[in-house]
């Protein structure tokens, strides 16, 4: 039987998911908390993992753990500083070790990316993107990561040479569910999507970006006037801000191939979206592709001998 | 002693305010509660009304009440139907009147506009824009009113030709308070704001109006990488919000004189914005030109007869 060669760590604001891990990457056991680096004080944080990952450590041997995600934010466990782009996506010597009290742990955190013009951040998608470059080291384009706030990649030669980020998903989740237009807005997500609806906006949206503002209270509008159906303002507003967005992240994407890195649900949207605009879409599940960057970053971690 | 000849109100969805008028126009009272139509079910209006203008009554006197805002919406005491662009912002003939029990007063409610193409509502801005034609009668150009959704409205010849709602004031308010930018935000509106990175910010989205999505991120990253200060991020915020307005409505508002009507510190922002675009800005107090309004929407209901 294999033994827990390291620890594979995903800690975001909301959750956090863990893997224990043979030497040569193969997934032993899984767990996962909603203990998420939102509800937990830095000194939390050591109990919180021990809680999901005690069965996988043995005495006298020290168990590296790799963790990426804002766990090594300011308010998380152990500030991570940002590596600056251009830079490949991790850097193995620049990894912060917490303090921890067990002895049986080492804790490893993974520092996201900063850009200082235009100032962006980002925690966890390095990681991502150092998963999908694992797999495609020689690949020259462009990344799209949707989520709460979607990120474009410029990558080539193995370097992230810029990044930008979107509130695409706050905004949608602020405006369907506490703005006005929560009125007549279908809030089940599983109900699926009317995809001549969204594409419609999408399309309006990319030619006239600077009309969000407008067309968002327009949903209100169609809804009072016209009988906007709330299925169809759901798929409308979905469209108004991803047409917005790709219309923003035009100068990225335009001539180039995408990859979309994310959820199963948002990369369908994302891909149909810039299809319609006339780009090829390839689409990677997040869950593997995370896994993939924190291998790789233990491979590193493992030639440095730390 | 003069007597109350007639009542204004203006009933929006948070506050309702009144007003015991002369038949000249001069106010003898004031009063106003917290009875906003947004807390209210249809058959409590009534009372909300009388709690404040029972003093105002008398025995045997039917008492006009002319009343604007949302107290005339689908949810409120009785929907009066939208009147449609191209039209005069009044017309006396299509106010509504809820059944009351109380013998002594007599409620009109003042219809909104809509426009079809694209779609869009107001209710109470069609009041103040009455009052502001009242006293400019042959004013041709455009108001606009800030506010939670503000509204630009094209007027000529006493019709509003056009209008268009921005969600500016309802984006700011859950950007500000319910994002992941309320970290790093002043919360204070009373502390005043830099005018020189609100108008750096305002010019920013006026030219890229596409990248406000990425700018707003930008706010919460410039603030982890680059120190900006809580005030100068609620500053940049405003900013980077009205810009975007100010270049979605430039087809309305370019080479036009623009009048603003609104509360006094969210005008003066307006005003600076659009002076810095080069353009002469007129503003006027919002409850003035409201009770002008319904000034106008009682002579024209006197001179009617009903």
């Not at 940002?82 to 917490?98: S, W």
């Not at 979107?166 to 989740?173: D, I, K, N």
């Not at 969204?198 to 169609?222: D, I, W, Y």
Request: hydrophobic share 45%; charged share 15%.
């Amino acid at each position: 039987m294999s033994t827990t060669d390291w620890i594979a760590v995903d800690w975001g604001t909301s959750h956090m998911r863990a893997w224990a891990m043979t030497a040569s990457g193969d997934i032993l056991q899984r767990a996962a908390s909603d203990k998420g680096m939102g509800s937990l004080s830095p000194d939390q944080f050591e109990a919180a993992l021990l809680e999901q990952i005690e069965p996988w450590l043995r005495d006298n041997v020290l168990m590296p753990v790799l963790a990426c995600g804002m766990v090594g934010a300011r308010q998380g466990w152990c500030e991570a500083p940002y590596t600056q782009v251009p830079c490949t996506p991790l850097a193995a010597d620049q990894m912060v070790k917490p303090d921890v009290k067990d002895a049986r742990i080492a804790v490893h955190i993974i520092p996201g990316l900063c850009q200082q013009g235009p100032a962006d951040v980002m925690r966890g998608e390095e990681t991502q993107i150092a998963g999908f470059m694992a797999e495609h080291p020689h690949f020259v384009g462009v990344l799209c990561l949707p989520g709460t706030h979607c990120k474009w990649a410029d990558l080539r030669d193995g370097k992230v040479l810029r990044f930008h980020t979107y509130m695409t998903g706050e905004l949608f989740a602020l405006l369907s569910q506490q703005s006005v237009l929560r009125h007549g807005m279908q809030q089940d997500a599983a109900q699926g999507m009317d995809e001549a609806v969204f594409l419609q906006a999408v399309n309006e949206a990319f030619q006239q970006p600077q009309q969000l503002s407008s067309a968002l209270f327009g949903l209100r509008a169609a809804g009072l006037l016209q009988g906007l159906g709330a299925a169809a303002a759901r798929a409308r507003l979905s469209g108004l801000l991803i047409g917005n967005e790709l219309a923003a992240a035009a100068p990225l994407w335009q001539g180039h191939a995408v990859s979309i890195i994310g959820d199963k649900g948002l990369s369908a949207l994302y891909a149909k979206a810039l299809q319609a605009q006339g780009i090829p879409v390839a689409t990677v599940s997040a869950e593997q592709i995370t896994l993939n960057g924190l291998r790789a970053a233990w491979q590193q971690l493992a030639r440095s001998g730390s």
